[in-house]
């Protein structure tokens, strides 16, 4: 008896446990894994602009604020999922595994002959 109540104490603990490591945000993973792909693309363009161009951290907002436009995100619920995302580290480093999978997916596609 004692044995099962230990074991049914244990599976509730652990699911428990995998409910707790699924953020719930404002942005679901498939749409965030896209804006931060694209973020992650015009931040690249602003780090080899950022020493030549004096007005590349004003693109970068702009463009930045295109992108959201274009995921139909405003910054502020941007910045809200963010910080919802990194509450949990396990899921964001599971959400930068798959950006990090998406831009490596893209390079293909550009680069194929």
């Not at 992650?40 to 161009?53: H, M, P, S």
Request: net charge neutral.
């Amino acid at each position: 008896m004692m044995r099962t109540l230990v074991f049914a104490l244990l599976l509730v603990s652990l699911e428990a446990c995998q409910h707790r490591s699924r953020v719930k945000t404002s942005i679901e993973e498939p749409k965030m894994v896209l804006i931060m792909a694209d973020l992650a693309l015009i931040e690249a363009q602003y780090n080899k602009l950022a020493d030549v161009d004096t007005n590349a951290r004003e693109v970068l907002e702009g463009r930045t604020a295109a992108i959201l436009k274009k995921h139909q995100v405003s910054q502020s619920q941007f910045r809200e999922a963010m910080t919802q995302w990194q509450s949990d580290l396990e899921g964001f480093e599971r959400l930068s595994q798959t950006v990090y999978d998406t831009l490596l997916a893209r390079k293909e596609r550009i680069n194929k002959p």
